[in-house]
């Protein structure tokens, strides 16, 4: 049952969907009104979709994602404890950050307190990773272990906070024990810090406060926008503060 997000999808309220053969919902429809408790609300979604089996579920380690229809995905946080709530934190970065980075992040068409409707975009693989950016993921993966982001994000520009880091960054590595890869590493960090796409990412986490080292492969998809591959962050709410 795909929940309605837009004007065009709230005319189909209740008509059949054709892709799943069940009818379109309204999360703010339901007869006690309680939809945003999440109790209720889990056991709502989970009611119904452990009847329908919908056709593909990805699961992190605090959420789950459905696919809602053609366009969008259906997110929803089943564990509170580890993270606190990584949707809402989502949210309040979406509405804060959308209008600068709209071309770094799904859209978010609707939502409640532990839940959203989201743009749909395809999952990135290491190999696209590399098409896009021209930075093999594995170096991404390792600079973005060694990267230290600071807590306090903003307090010093962006352009000298890269600066500094790359300097500290690169006398990191020379320390790190006899690495074969050592040339490799300090190639392609040299490249980071000049890569368009990975600099806005950079700087989407130092002004959102958000942990760089989450912006692994997992969390990093991609949309076709006027015929070119453009990355999106699909998973933005981890700040470490939980
Ligand atoms: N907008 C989207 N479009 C397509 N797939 C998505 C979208 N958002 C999330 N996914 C898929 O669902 C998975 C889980 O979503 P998300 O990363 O937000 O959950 P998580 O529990 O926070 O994961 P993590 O383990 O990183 O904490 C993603 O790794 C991705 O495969
Ligand atoms: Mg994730």
């Keep these: 049952m795909p929940v309605v997000y837009d004007e065009k999808t709230e005319r189909n309220l209740g008509k059949i969907h054709r892709g799943t053969n069940t009818p379109w919902i309204s999360p703010f429809s339901s007869e006690d009104g309680q939809i945003e408790k999440y109790d209720e609300f889990s056991r709502w979604k989970y009611g119904i979709l452990g009847t329908i089996k919908p056709k593909q579920i990805f699961s992190g380690s605090s959420k789950i994602c459905f696919i809602n229809d053609e366009n969008t995905v259906f997110k929803y946080i089943y564990d509170l404890q580890i993270f606190g709530n990584q949707i809402w934190k989502e949210i309040l970065i979406y509405k804060k950050r959308a209008k600068k980075y709209f071309d770094l992040l799904p859209k978010i068409f609707n939502y409640g307190k532990f839940w959203m409707v989201e743009e749909?975009?395809?999952?990135?693989?290491?190999?696209?990773?590399?098409?896009?950016?021209?930075?093999?993921?594995?170096?991404?993966?390792?600079?973005?272990?060694?990267?230290?982001?600071?807590?306090?994000?903003?307090?010093?520009?962006?352009?000298?906070?890269?600066?500094?880091?790359?300097?500290?960054?690169?006398?990191?590595?020379?320390?790190?024990?006899?690495?074969?890869?050592?040339?490799?590493?300090?190639?392609?960090?040299n490249k980071i810090f000049e890569n368009e796409i990975l600099l806005k990412i950079m700087e989407f986490c130092y002004f959102s406060g958000i942990l760089i080292c989450d912006m692994h492969i997992e969390n990093i998809g991609y949309k076709i926008e006027n015929g070119k591959k453009v990355i999106k962050i699909l998973d933005y709410g981890y700040d470490g503060k939980d």
């Excluded at 696209?128 to 600071?150: A, G, R, S, V």
């Excluded at 990191?172 to 074969?180: Q, T, W």
């Design 120 to 189: 749909k975009v395809k999952i990135c693989s290491e190999s696209q990773f590399y098409l896009m950016t021209k930075i093999p993921y594995k170096e991404w993966e390792f600079f973005i272990c060694n990267m230290n982001m600071p807590k306090n994000s903003g307090k010093l520009p962006f352009n000298a906070f890269l600066k500094k880091e790359k300097r500290r960054l690169l006398k990191k590595y020379k320390n790190l024990d006899a690495d074969s890869d050592l040339k490799r590493h300090i190639k392609y960090t």
